[in-house]
């Protein structure tokens, strides 16, 4: 009964870190609100992979791990952007982006939770990845115009809701001998964040931005060749109907 417990155990602890990340951020530590919601990320990626080891998958565990994550990737990452960057901003503009976020994120979910088959890939930006772009992009501030921050936002929560596709990585699991493994990494990481939780927040903005991105790549090359045959067919079409027309 315990070890079917261990998942949801790690659900909590993300939404606990989503509440803390929030509490910081009001307290004037976005650094260590944003290294909560990168450690979230992380207990995040680990409880599914856990209930699958132990065989103690559950609709329970699936709603509360959804639940979780629209605290602790899509309202603090939006509170962290908004108390940072975007009170210089007008009201109403800055309550509606910020809220915009998580709405997405919400919806993102509600996708996820009702697509039934496994495609191997992700429709839409995950909110886990969405929220640690947003969370780390916060800490740039001062070297980030907030017009930038706000269409990166209003980007990322786009992104979400998008029918891109991002790899999917959750196939990747934990075996059942290695679970052992798990404390001791999210104990270390604790440790890592609270020992540098500037530089790390920083460093690990990169790899997200760039799985952020990537998805807008592939995209891109996926729709290049069916427009350049549509143009293709419109030029043979316009040549036809004037080779058609009487002399």
Known sequence: MI?????????????????????????????????????????????GRVARALNAQSEFGKELDSLSDVI?????????????????????????????????????????????????????????????????????????????????????SFLMVSTIRYPNFKKVGIPRSAIWVVPIVVAVSIALGLLFENQLSKILFVPLLLYALYGLKKNVDRRLPKLRKRRKLKEEDAESAKSEKPA
């Open 3 to 47: 070890a079917k417990s261990i998942p949801s155990l790690l659900t909590v602890g993300n939404l606990f870190l989503g509440i803390i990340a929030i509490i910081m951020v009001f307290n004037g530590k976005p650094e260590m609100a944003a290294m909560m919601v990168l450690i979230a990320m992380l207990l995040d990626g680990v409880d």
């Open 72 to 156: 602790s990737f899509g309202v603090a990452p939006a509170f962290i952007m908004y108390v940072v960057a975007f009170q210089e901003l007008s009201p109403a503009l800055a309550w509606i982006v910020t809220a915009l976020f998580p709405i997405c994120g919400a919806l993102r979910l509600a996708r996820f939770n009702v697509i039934t088959s496994s495609v191997g890939y992700f429709i839409g930006l995950p909110i886990p990845a969405a929220g640690g772009v947003l969370a780390t992009l916060a800490l740039f501030k001062e070297d980030i115009p907030v017009g930038v921050l706000l269409a990166s936002t209003l980007l990322l």
